[in-house]
């Protein structure tokens, strides 16, 4: 009895819903047109997004290093602090368990990412640390061909190469990507990295410029990296890090591990590009001549200590003129802060060593300074690297 009165109260509750009109607009929730613009941007946004992934793409390649070596590593070996080269290794390699005593050579491999930036000539950009000790390098292209890699040039100094595809290959069906201006580059604008992690291709993770000019931070000797929260893992190394516009706006090269290397932490929101404008400037002299020469002034430099923040909120501080060098012929002076270098202005120790050392041998560079908090300007002409001593 209990079941048909409930049949019989749900029969009412039907027939009166089937006679009540509901009032125009009443109980519904309508999206206004500010919702809708909001909506249709997001999605465009998407859209955008999956497009310029999409796009980008065909130019990517895989790489698989093989290396002969008799290197040895222990558990409790130093982890580097960025994702870079612990005990000379790139993080991306990979060990076994070590049980102690002699090791037989064996073939160590690892895994990174590059791309095309010539593809007729069929040249693409990595990271030196990538292929720095390989003794075979295979290739495995967007459109799934694979070849041998032989690198034309590598610059330690900036972690950067030019590895060539070797024999033939389709060109017509891969993508090729044009580096773009990393100085128009600001804190908060769209990123997008792209990459092979742990040997996932073609992978994509999205984010933004967190912040620019981070230094050398002992993952290279030059360079003001560009900081980025997209997410970048092992087997990135050398991938693309993109703007809005499908332009590389660096080079993906190491990630902060807070815990400890590839063996005790993983990505936490912070990676490191080498920016595009020096990116270019490296490619076209390991195409041209398989290395990239380093300038040399003769300086040693600190960071300004209060006094000089007195007259300047940024620079570097000479610290001192190495007799005989082309900064001493140039006039500098220890207590010199260099603001400016070739017209270009240089917040700091590593802005203006990068500089110094990208500035090409022979050539008459033009510097500002402050001396006692007055402003002077100097011409000096960049020296060969020495051997020693080590010094800007």
Avoid: C
Wanted: no cysteine; aromatic share 6%; glycine share 14%.
């Amino acid at each position: 009895m209990l079941v048909k009165s409930a049949l019989i109260a749900g029969a009412l509750v039907a027939t009166t819903a089937l006679a009540y009109e509901f009032p125009e607009n009443a109980g519904i929730v309508r999206a206004s047109s500010e919702d809708d613009a909001a909506l249709d941007m997001l999605q465009a946004i998407s859209r955008g997004t999956a497009a310029l992934t999409k796009r980008s793409r065909d130019a990517l390649v895989f790489l698989s290093i093989e290396s002969g070596s008799t290197r040895t590593r222990t558990p409790s070996a130093r982890e580097p602090r960025f994702g870079g080269v612990p005990d000379g290794l790139p993080f991306e390699f990979r060990f076994g368990p070590q049980q102690g005593g002699p090791r037989e050579p064996q073939m160590q491999q690892a895994l990174g990412s590059g791309f095309i930036f010539d593809r007729d000539k069929g040249y693409l950009l990595t990271n030196n640390h990538v292929v720095a000790d390989a003794d075979v390098i295979r290739l495995k292209l967007a459109n799934g061909e694979q070849h041998r890699g032989k690198v034309i040039g590598r610059d330690a100094r900036t972690d950067l190469a030019v590895v060539k595809i070797e024999g033939k290959f389709d060109a017509a069906s891969l993508g090729e990507l044009t580096l773009g201006d990393s100085d128009a580059v600001q804190p908060g604008h769209f990123a997008l990295a792209l990459g092979a992690p742990f040997g996932l291709e073609a992978s994509a993770s999205q984010g933004i410029v967190s912040a620019k000019g981070r230094g050398s931070l002992d993952i290279a000797e030059l360079g003001d990296f560009i900081q980025t929260d997209a997410a970048i893992n092992p087997g990135m190394s050398g991938g693309p890090l993109l703007d809005a516009e499908g332009k590389v706006i660096g080079v993906n090269t190491a990630i902060f591990t807070p815990n400890g290397g590839s063996r005790g932490g993983g990505f936490a929101g912070i990676g490191f590009a080498v920016p595009a404008n020096i990116v270019r400037q490296v490619a076209k002299e390991l195409v041209e001549h398989g290395t990239m020469p380093r300038g040399y002034l003769g300086l040693a430099l600190a960071p300004t200590d209060d006094k000089e923040r007195d007259h300047v909120q940024s620079g570097a501080l000479v610290a001192e003129v190495r007799q005989g060098g082309p900064a001493a012929s140039a006039g500098f002076s220890k207590g010199d802060v260099i603001v400016q270098v070739a017209g270009r202005v240089t917040p700091t120790v590593s802005a203006v060593t990068t500089a110094i050392g990208l500035a090409k041998p022979g050539s008459s560079v033009d510097f500002v300074i402050l001396r006692a908090g007055k402003e002077r300007k100097l011409s000096a002409r960049i020296g060969d690297w020495p051997l020693e001593p080590r010094a800007s």
